[in-house]
C-alpha cells in the first residue's frame, strides 16, 4: 500500500467516525481556547497534512528549534528554579534569599517596592504610603548591598524585575558585584528592562518612548562589551497577559518588542550576532493547558526563522529563544486559596512541557499578598516534584507529535503573524503603542474572556462555580511598617557620611551625558559607587529627558 493509500484510508475512516458520532451529545456547543481558537473533537495526521517534519519540528538542538534549544532537554540540565522575592527592607529579602537558597533554589529573582519601580527613594513624598508594596525598598548602593550580603554574585544568577530604573539599579548592582571582588565577565544574571512593555500593559514607564529606548540600548551595549554572561533584557509576555490579553497576543506582541529591541540596538551599531545570544524572554503560564505549551513552542520557531530570515543572523545562538516562565498571578482567586496550589502545579507544568529555562511558581497566597515563607517554599517544592517525580523531565519535548499540540502550535503561529501584518499596517511597535492600538486590543481581549466567565462559559472554580461562604483560613505575609522608618534613617545616614561634593559631580556628569549621545551606563556605575540615590539620579534624568503623558485614550 502507499502512503497516498493510507492517508486515503485514513480520510475516510474519520468521516465515517464523525458521522456514526454526529449526534453523540456535548457539553458545550463549541470548544475554544482562551484566544478563540477551535477545539476539534479529536486531530489525526489529517490536521497535519501540509507539515514537513525536519523543515517544521526537527530535532531537539537544531534549527527551528520547536522542540527546544538543547539536544538533550532537561536529561542535560534542570531548569533554573527562579522565586520571586522581595520585601520591605533589604534585610529582610536577603534572608528569604538565603532560606530559597537553602532548601534548593538555583536562581535569584528580586521583587522591589513601586517607589523603586517609579525611581522615588523611599522618603520622598509621592512614595508615601507605599514602602515594601510589591517589593524590596533600594534607594542607595548600601541597600543593594546588604540585599546580596553574603551571596556571591559569581555563584548564583540573579534575575532583577525593574524596568524604567532599570539601568540604575543596574548600575548599583554592577557596583555591588564589582565591591565583592567579583570578575564581572563570570557574573550572571538578567535584567528585566523591557521599556515597551510598559506602555503596552503595565503602565511602569516614565519618560517618553525615545529616550527610554536609548537607555535599553545603552545596557544592551555595555553588556555586550563586559558582562557577556548577563542577559541585558528579558522581553517579558508576562504583564501583557497580566493585563488581560490572550495567549496569541501575548505572544505577538512580545515578539513584536524583541525584534523592535533588535532593529534599535542594529541602528546603534552593534552586530546582531554579538548581541542577540543574550536576548531572553519571559512569558506567562495561564491555566489553558495545552494552548501554553503550544504558545512556547511556537514562540521559539518564529524567533528562530525572523532572526535567520528576516534579521540574517548567522550565528545560531542568535536564533535559539531562551525563557523564563512565571504561573500566572491573575489566575490566582482569593477564594479558596487553597486551589491556587493545584492551578500552580498545572501551571507549571506546562512550562516545563513547554521547554522553559527558568521558572517562577506563585505563592497560594499571593492573590491577598506577599507570599509567606511557607507558601514560597511549597510553590518552590511544586517545582521540584515536577522536576524528580514525574517522570516528564526523562524524554525532550515529550508531547511533540502531538497532532493536537502540533496543530495548535501552528494555529498559534500563523495567529501571531496576523498580528505582526497588522501592527505593520499601522506603522510599527513605537507608533502601535503610542495611537493605543495594542492596548485596546488587549482591553478587546479582556472584556471578552470576562464576558465569557459571566456566562459560565468558562469556569473557574469557587468564583463562578463550586463556591462556598467558608472564611478565609490562610496565614498571611504582613510588611513592618517601622521598616520603614529603618529604612529612612539608613537613606539619611548614606546623605550625611557620603561625599555629597562627588556626588553631585557625578551627577552633573551624568547629565551632561545625557543631553548628548554617550552611553550613560558608565556615569550611572560612578554615581552609584558615591551613593547617589535612584531619585536623584533619575531625577536628572527626568529633568534632561521629561515624562511621558500618553495622547490615546479608548
Not at 239 to 254: C, K, M
Not at 349 to 367: I, M, P
Not at 383 to 397: C, F, M, P, S
Not at 451 to 461: F, G, W
Amino acid at each position: 500500500m502507499t502512503p497516498s493509500d493510507d492517508s486515503e484510508q485514513l480520510r475516510s475512516h474519520v468521516v465515517q467516525w464523525r458521522d456514526k458520532n454526529a449526534g453523540a451529545e456535548h457539553r458545550r456547543p463549541d470548544y475554544k481556547t482562551p484566544s478563540q481558537i477551535p477545539v476539534n473533537q479529536v486531530y489525526t495526521p489529517e490536521d497535519l497534512q501540509d507539515s514537513d517534519y525536519l523543515r517544521d519540528l526537527g530535532m531537539p538542538g537544531e534549527y527551528p528549534y520547536l522542540r527546544g534549544v538543547h539536544p538533550t532537554g532537561y536529561r542535560g540540565r534542570l531548569w533554573t528554579m527562579r522565586m520571586f522575592a522581595g520585601f520591605g527592607l533589604a534585610e529582610e529579602t536577603n534572608e528569604r534569599f538565603k532560606i530559597l537558597l537553602g532548601n534548593g533554589e538555583t536562581g535569584l529573582s528580586v521583587a522591589f517596592d513601586m517607589p523603586t519601580l517609579y525611581g522615588y527613594d523611599t522618603d520622598d513624598p509621592r512614595a508615601a504610603g507605599e514602602f515594601g508594596t510589591c517589593g524590596v525598598a533600594i534607594s542607595t548602593m548600601a541597600d543593594m548591598e546588604i540585599l546580596f550580603d553574603g551571596i556571591n554574585l559569581e555563584d548564583v544568577t540573579t534575575s532583577m524585575t525593574i524596568n524604567s530604573p532599570a539601568a540604575i539599579i543596574w548600575a548599583m548592582f554592577i557596583a555591588v558585584a564589582e565591591k565583592q571582588g567579583a570578575d564581572l565577565t563570570k557574573v550572571g544574571g538578567t535584567l528585566q528592562n523591557d521599556i515597551l512593555k510598559e506602555y503596552i500593559a503595565q503602565n511602569e514607564y516614565i519618560f517618553p518612548p525615545a529616550p527610554s529606548m536609548r537607555l535599553v540600548v545603552d545596557t544592551v551595549e555595555f553588556a555586550t562589551k563586559h558582562m557577556p554572561r548577563w542577559n541585558p533584557i528579558s522581553i517579558s509576555g508576562y504583564h501583557i497577559r497580566e493585563a488581560g490579553s490572550n495567549a496569541v497576543q501575548e505572544l505577538a506582541f512580545t515578539l513584536a518588542d524583541g525584534f523592535e529591541y533588535v532593529r534599535h540596538c542594529v541602528a546603534r551599531g552593534l552586530d546582531i550576532d554579538d548581541f542577540v545570544p543574550r536576548l531572553s524572554f519571559f512569558f506567562n503560564v495561564h491555566n489553558n493547558f495545552f494552548e501554553e505549551i503550544a504558545k512556547f513552542r511556537a514562540a521559539r520557531r518564529i524567533w528562530a526563522r525572523e532572526m535567520k530570515e528576516t534579521f540574517k543572523a548567522e550565528n545560531p545562538r542568535s536564533t535559539w529563544l531562551r525563557f523564563h516562565a512565571q504561573t500566572s498571578g491573575a489566575s490566582l482567586t482569593a477564594q479558596q486559596p487553597e486551589n491556587n496550589v493545584a492551578r500552580v502545579s498545572l501551571q507549571a507544568l506546562a512550562a516545563v512541557l513547554g521547554g522553559c529555562q527558568s521558572l517562577h511558581t506563585n505563592g497560594k497566597d499571593e492573590a491577598w499578598a506577599l507570599p509567606s515563607e511557607d507558601a514560597a517554599l511549597l510553590a518552590l517544592r511544586t517545582q521540584q516534584i515536577i522536576a524528580h517525580e514525574t517522570g516528564v523531565t526523562d524524554t525532550v519535548d515529550p508531547l511533540g507529535g502531538s497532532y493536537f499540540v502540533e496543530s495548535m502550535t501552528n494555529q498559534i503561529e500563523a495567529a501571531a503573524y496576523e498580528y505582526f501584518r497588522r501592527i505593520d499596517d499601522v506603522g510599527g511597535v513605537m507608533t502601535a503603542l503610542e495611537t493605543g492600538f495594542l492596548q485596546r486590543e488587549i482591553a478587546d481581549a479582556s472584556y471578552l474572556y470576562q464576558m465569557e466567565e459571566d456566562r459560565k462559559e468558562r469556569i473557574t472554580v469557587g468564583v463562578n462555580e463550586h463556591c462556598t461562604d467558608d472564611a478565609l483560613e490562610i496565614p498571611l505575609l504582613r510588611v513592618d511598617r517601622e521598616g520603614e522608618k529603618r529604612q529612612v534613617d539608613r537613606l539619611n545616614e548614606i546623605r550625611r557620611a557620603r561625599d555629597n561634593q562627588d556626588v553631585a559631580e557625578k551627577l552633573l556628569a551624568l547629565e551632561q551625558a545625557a543631553k548628548g549621545t554617550d552611553n550613560l551606563m558608565p556615569l550611572m556605575i560612578e554615581a552609584a559607587k558615591a551613593y547617589a540615590t535612584v531619585g536623584e539620579m533619575m531625577d536628572v534624568l527626568r529633568g534632561v529627558f521629561g515624562e511621558y503623558q500618553p495622547s490615546w485614550g479608548f
